[in-house]
């Protein structure tokens, strides 16, 4: 396929459908303008359709792989990246005394998203780095923030991320690894980790990763963790790549998808790393790559998604079959419909995943905590959303291609393969769902209500416009705030966590249908109020049976006993 980079969506959604004139109007953002958005915009464009969309297969059918201790990614890979990096890419929101562009979370998380679509395996390798640069800019001491952040930010270096072990997934707080004080303000860090994406590669001078490890005497659990920043070279003074760390990579996982994508065992035996943070304050500084990181998974699912439809729309259009007005399967109702759905839903992710970022860059702006608070309540939905969206609309486009969707060759089975990791990344969804109705309601609901009365109130004042798409928004506005005052209601945790996932869908649904409506009001009768209509009559009403999902409470889920599973 031929990807076509989305910039036209990009620039309607920012100025009509989430509001960026509000980061553009800030001081911090304010060399950050529309005209200046829409230039960069288009130069990621036009490097996604032409240097990373054709790396997309190539990766596929040339995986990385292992070779006496090296990793040697696909054919083109290399260049692909350098074009990245010479690009400023990697460090958009960077800060610029290390070499940043200082740009806006909103537009770093839109580049990323064309990346993505344009080929996944590869654009993992500056998000992990992304996320790495935010973690030692609000974690590390002075000297290692002048000694790295210039290196990541240019590309020349990029950054990975060690959490997981062999028997400590999910559980961070049972890791092994251990760090073991050298004397001279460096440790020893000896242990194994496991799904270790991007590494190692074959096209930078250095790799940087970022290790939770146990310190001597911390105690168990998660609170006893520290992280470390641990250099596969380790730097001379001129900051060149010196000798070579005490660490390797063992071997590389045999995946389902992104197969460009090295995703390593790494085995540290005794290897020279920093304290980044405070001791025992590991996670805490970890969170802060993993939540930037979980907004730039959403938007790998959205990236996914708009390549699956734009796919399976070509195909539509081309493929011959049966008697429709033009001769080709669009005109079947049911194609009609899948296609239909595909676009509204991409849009609704897209907008969940941009209204998150925008509220990043608010909270930096102005310091308001309601801001701050806004940006945590989404990031949980534009991950699992954005997430789910990238599957359900790669399963769609195989299906809309029909058998041929089942034969490699046409590339729809690609995009399905390598979307299914994404709902498992940075905390599986049912984690990120977990934690929406948990800490993210730790204040009462306060910040979800603040998001229902916007979303309430801006359908209150669309009814003089749009009344038929207004009210079903109004309506379901109303519902979720039901549904969310019967949630902190409830002391019991497992009540709450039994409807987590779906409430988190029907808040997704909503916010989709809020921000569908916007649009709609803004292209009064053109392509995106007819979107707006589909999504809003046809996909909105899923949120009624999600909502019972919710308060239907854990009694029913725990009432069968294990054993009886089986049964």
């Given at each position: 396929m031929t990807y076509r980079a989305p910039v036209a969506d990009y620039e309607f959604m920012l100025r009509y459908v989430v509001g960026y004139e509000s980061v553009a109007a800030t001081e911090r953002f304010a060399d950050a303008s529309a005209e200046t958005i829409s230039a960069i915009l288009s130069e990621a464009g036009k490097l996604c359709e032409e240097v990373l969309a054709p790396l997309n297969r190539v990766g596929d059918l040339n995986p990385a792989r292992l070779e006496n201790g090296v990793v040697r990614t696909p054919p083109g890979f290399a260049e692909g990246f350098k074009a990245i990096a010479e690009g400023g890419w990697v460090g958009m929101s960077g800060d610029p005394d290390y070499g940043g562009m200082g740009l806006p979370m909103t537009l770093t998380t839109a580049v990323n998203e064309m990346m993505s679509a344009a080929c996944l395996s590869l654009q993992l390798a500056p998000l992990l780095t992304q996320g790495q640069i935010e973690a030692l800019e609000h974690h590390a001491s002075a000297a290692l923030k002048q000694q790295y952040l210039p290196k990541l930010m240019s590309g020349e270096w990029t950054g990975t991320m060690n959490l997981t072990e062999p028997q400590a997934g999910s559980d961070v707080g049972a890791l092994t690894t251990k760090a073991e004080p050298n004397g001279d303000g460096s440790y020893a860090i000896s242990g194994q980790k496991i799904f270790i994406t991007w590494g190692d590669n074959d096209f930078t001078e250095n790799v940087i990763h970022l290790v939770l490890a146990r310190l001597p005497g911390a105690v168990a659990g998660a609170k006893g963790i520290s992280l470390f920043l641990v250099p596969k070279y380790l730097p001379e003074a001129d900051g060149r790549p010196g000798r070579a760390n005490a660490l390797k990579v063992v071997s590389l996982e045999h995946k389902m998808g992104i197969h460009g994508s090295p995703t390593c065992v790494m085995h540290y035996?005794?290897?020279?790393?920093?304290?980044?943070?405070?001791?025992?304050?590991?996670?805490?500084?970890?969170?802060?790559?993993?939540?930037?990181?979980?907004?730039?998974?959403?938007?790998?699912?959205?990236?996914?998604?708009?390549?699956?439809?734009?796919?399976?729309?070509?195909?539509?259009?081309?493929?011959?079959?049966?008697?429709?007005?033009?001769?080709?399967?669009?005109?079947?109702?049911?194609?009609?419909?899948?296609?239909?759905?595909?676009?509204?839903?991409?849009?609704?992710?897209?907008?969940?995943?941009?209204?998150?970022?925008?509220?990043?860059?608010?909270?930096?702006?102005?310091?308001?905590?309601?801001?701050?608070?806004?940006?945590?309540?989404?990031?949980p939905i534009a991950k699992a959303f954005g997430t789910e969206i990238g599957n359900e609309v790669a399963y769609a486009g195989v299906q809309v291609h029909g058998g041929m969707g089942f034969i490699e060759e046409t590339g729809a089975a690609q995009f399905s393969r390598d979307a299914r990791v994404l709902p498992i990344y940075e905390g599986t969804n049912g984690i990120q769902a977990m934690d929406l109705v948990g800490r993210k309601m730790a204040d009462g609901g306060a910040a979800a209500f603040r998001l229902l009365d916007e979303i309430e109130r801006h359908a209150e004042s669309a009814r003089a416009r749009l009344s038929d798409l207004a009210e079903p928004v109004l309506q379901a506005g109303e519902a979720l705030r039901g549904a969310t005052e019967w949630l902190v209601a409830q002391n019991n945790m497992n009540d709450r966590f039994a409807g987590a996932v779906p409430y988190l869908r029907a808040f997704s649904r909503v916010l989709g249908a809020h921000y569908h409506l916007a649009a709609a009001l803004a292209d009064p009768g053109g392509p995106r109020e007819k979107l707006a209509r589909y999504y809003i009559t046809a996909l909105l009403p899923e949120h009624a049976g999600l909502l019972a999902q919710v308060q239907s409470g854990a009694e029913a889920l725990f009432a069968l006993g294990t054993d009886e599973l089986a049964v």
């Open positions: 035996d005794g290897a020279t790393g920093w304290l980044v943070g405070a001791e025992h304050g590991g996670m805490a500084a970890m969170f802060t790559m993993m939540n930037n990181a979980r907004l730039g998974v959403g938007g790998e699912g959205v990236g996914i998604a708009e390549a699956a439809f734009q796919q399976a729309l070509d195909y539509a259009q081309e493929r011959k079959q049966g008697k429709t007005p033009s001769g080709t399967i669009i005109d079947h109702a049911d194609v009609r419909r899948m296609l239909t759905g595909m676009r509204a839903d991409v849009f609704a992710a897209r907008a969940v995943m941009l209204a998150c970022a925008l509220a990043i860059d608010m909270q930096k702006a102005t310091g308001k905590a309601d801001w701050a608070a806004r940006a945590a309540l989404l990031t």
